[in-house]
């Protein structure tokens, strides 16, 4: 799709970004959809042409090379693609998740180095969040991140991750206060790149939408992350994101 910088949505245009989307999930996506997810492929192809549709920026600020979708019109271009094959969807909305804690609460240099890569798909992410004994409830995760004159060194396992194969970035949530009560008080998240800040272990296998996220446990073993890796200034605040 063209440039959207500056841009305000109207009736025209979303009708004309809702037609493509229908035209690609047509042409494209619907084709594929039962071999890739009976034999669990990963549709490469198809992340190429989400990048050319513009739909890893599809929520991300204008500004920074995204679309700036209203949060209504993104929900009609997630149904259109999810009702014929959820791994698609899966693929850009987690990324999309990430995007948006960035651009919420990072810093104006976080957003510069990183918003302009993830909307052109040159960046693809996702959140680290659930643990083999933490899922829904976030409070109860042991990745740690302990504070040193250089950054921090991040030490835990993350489990069930989208995109964390095939993707090149992840948010990860870790404790940076084990004392802190709440405990959520206590909780910092991290800009983390693959192999430098974290090793992706095996894959898991999934019975539902095993393309969708090509779901693994991740190891972060004493992995340094520099100061400027940390989500907000200050430690302990990534709740509001």
């Given at each position: 799709?063209?440039?959207?910088?500056?841009?305000?949505?109207?009736?025209?245009?979303?009708?004309?970004?809702?037609?493509?989307?229908?035209?690609?999930?047509?042409?494209e996506v619907k084709p594929i959809a039962r071999e890739y997810d009976q034999e669990d492929k990963y549709p490469h192809e198809l992340v190429e042409s989400m990048k050319d549709l513009g739909l890893f920026g599809a929520t991300i600020s204008p500004e920074y090379g995204g679309m700036g979708l209203p949060a209504s019109v993104y929900a009609k271009v997630i149904i259109k693609v999810a009702s014929v094959w959820m791994a698609p969807s899966g693929i850009f909305n987690s990324h999309l998740i990430m995007a948006s804690a960035i651009e919420r609460c990072g810093t104006d240099e976080q957003k510069t180095n990183w918003l302009p890569k993830m909307a052109s798909g040159e960046f693809r992410g996702g959140i680290a969040l659930t643990e083999p004994n933490a899922g829904t409830d976030l409070q109860a995760i042991l990745t740690r991140a302990d504070r040193n004159e250089q950054g921090y060194l991040l030490n835990g396992t993350k489990m069930w991750i989208t995109n964390s194969m095939y993707g090149n970035c992840l948010l990860v949530l870790a404790k940076t206060d084990l004392k802190a009560k709440p405990a959520h008080k206590g909780m910092s998240a991290f800009l983390c790149q693959k192999n430098e800040g974290y090793e992706v272990s095996k894959k898991l296998k999934n019975w539902a939408i095993d393309p969708l996220t090509v779901v693994n446990s991740l190891w972060l073993i004493n992995r340094y992350h520099p100061m400027h890796c940390l989500v907000v200034k200050r430690e302990g605040v990534c709740s509001r994101c």
């Open positions: 799709m063209g440039s959207t910088a500056g841009k305000n949505w109207t009736e025209e245009d979303e009708k004309l970004l809702l037609e493509t989307i229908d035209k690609w999930v047509e042409n």
